[in-house]
C-alpha cells in the first residue's frame, strides 16, 4: 500500500504490525483540513492492506491529538463545512469495516475527534498521564462525529450524557475505571504494551480474530447508523449560531494570551 502520499500521517511497519501515529506534534496532532481528508481516505486502504494483520493507532509528540484544529474551524465554510461532515462520516464508517484489530497507544490528551478515533479503536492503552474529553458542546456544537453513539456504547447512556454534555475531561485512571478505556499504563510503557497485544494478535489465526471482531462489531454498526447521520447534522447547524462563533472567539483569545505570556517569559 501507498502510505507515502499521506502528509499529517506517518506509518511504520513491525512485521505484520503496522504502525499508524498522527503527525503534527507541533499542533498536538489537531486535525486540519488535509488531516481530516487523510483520516477519510486512511481506514480504507489499511483494511485493503494484505500485509497488515493489526494496527497500533497513536500520536506523534506530547498528545494523541488535541481535536479540531482552531483555525479550521475559525475558517469554515459552507463548502468547506459540507466536505467535512461528509469526511467524518466516512472516518466512522471505515473505521468500523477495518477487519484487522487496531490498538490504541494513547500517548497524551485526546479530545473531540481526537476521543473519538480512540474510543473506536477495538482496545485502547492510555497513559496515566493521558485527559480524555469530548467538549464540543463548550464551543458551542453537538458531540457530532460520533461521540453520541461510542460513548454510551461503552459506558452507559446515563455517564456518556453527563461527559458530554459537560465537555469535561477524564484521566486516564477514571476513563478504565468507567470502562471507556482498557488499560491504564506508565507513559513510558503505552507504545510497548499497545504493540505486543498487537503483535500476538498479527500472529493469531486471523479468521478467527476478524470475524469475531466483525460479529461484536455489529451492534456498534447498527448504533452509529442510528445516531451518527443525525448528530452530523445537528452539529452542522450548530456552526452558525452566535454561542459557537463567540465560544471559538474566546478559545482563541486565550491561546493567543497564553502565547504571548510564554513569550514575554
Known sequence: MNYEK?????????????VMSLNRPDARNAVNQ???TELSQVFAEIAADDTTNAVVFTGEGKAFSAG???DMVMNLTTETLDKIMIEARKIIL???????PIIAAVNGAAAGLGATLVLFCDVIYA?????????????????????????????????????????DSL????????????????????????????TRLSNGSQIAIRSTKRAVNKALSQTVNLTLDLSLALEKECFSTPFHKQAVAAVAESISSRRAKVQAA
Do not use: C
Not at 6 to 18: A, D, E, I, N, P
Not at 94 to 100: A, G, H, K, R, S
Open 6 to 18: 499521506f502528509q499529517t500521517l506517518s506509518f511504520r511497519k513491525v512485521g505484520s504490525v503496522l
Open 34 to 36: 488535509t488531516m481530516h
Open 68 to 70: 479540531g484544529d482552531l
Open 94 to 100: 471505515d473505521m468500523l469495516e477495518v477487519p484487522q
Open 127 to 167: 497513559a496515566d498521564t493521558a485527559k480524555i474529553a469530548d467538549p464540543h458542546v463548550l464551543i458551542g456544537v453537538t458531540a457530532g462525529d460520533g461521540g453520541a453513539a461510542i460513548w454510551p456504547s461503552l459506558v452507559g447512556v446515563a455517564r456518556a450524557k453527563e461527559y458530554l454534555m459537560t465537555g
Open 171 to 198: 484521566s486516564a485512571t477514571e476513563a478504565e475505571r468507567i470502562g471507556l478505556i482498557n488499560h491504564v499504563v506508565p507513559t513510558d510503557q503505552v507504545f510497548d504494551k499497545a504493540m505486543a497485544l498487537a
